[in-house]
């Protein structure tokens, strides 16, 4: 239960996702993550760092650590369903 504690924690899945393809550094998750506050990101940058999903890079950058990347491996059916879900859904 502590994983989807962690996870379900605003902006935790978003900041996982933005760092899926390459590291990026603090200004550029903000920026991708628009509505998220500089107090929110570095509080959550924190958390996943403890829990061992992201790291520093030697450039200073965020990047998914191995069992960052194994996360992004178990969600990618997520994405998938959440694709053919946004494709069928009710318009509002």
Same mark, same amino acid.
């Given at each position: 239960?502590?994983? @989807?504690? *962690? *996870? %379900?924690?605003?902006?935790?899945?978003? *900041?996982?996702?933005?760092?899926?393809?390459?590291?990026? %550094?603090?200004?550029?998750?903000?920026?991708?993550?628009? #509505?998220? !506050? !500089? !107090?929110?990101? +570095?509080?959550?940058?924190?958390?996943? /760092?403890?829990?061992?999903?992201?790291? $520093?890079?030697?450039? =200073?950058? +965020?990047?998914? /650590? &191995?069992? =960052?990347?194994?996360? %992004?491996? #178990? @969600? !990618? &059916?997520?994405?998938?369903?959440? $694709?053919?879900?946004?494709? /069928? $859904? &009710?318009?509002?």
């Amino acid at each position: 239960m502590a994983a @989807l504690d *962690l *996870l %379900g924690r605003r902006w935790a899945l978003r *900041l996982l996702w933005e760092l899926r393809v390459a590291p990026l %550094g603090a200004r550029a998750l903000r920026e991708r993550c628009d #509505a998220m !506050s !500089s !107090s929110v990101l +570095y509080e959550r940058l924190g958390e996943l /760092t403890a829990a061992g999903l992201i790291a $520093k890079d030697d450039h =200073g950058d +965020y990047a998914l /650590t &191995p069992l =960052g990347d194994d996360l %992004g491996a #178990a @969600l !990618s &059916p997520l994405d998938a369903w959440a $694709k053919k879900w946004a494709r /069928t $859904k &009710p318009k509002s």
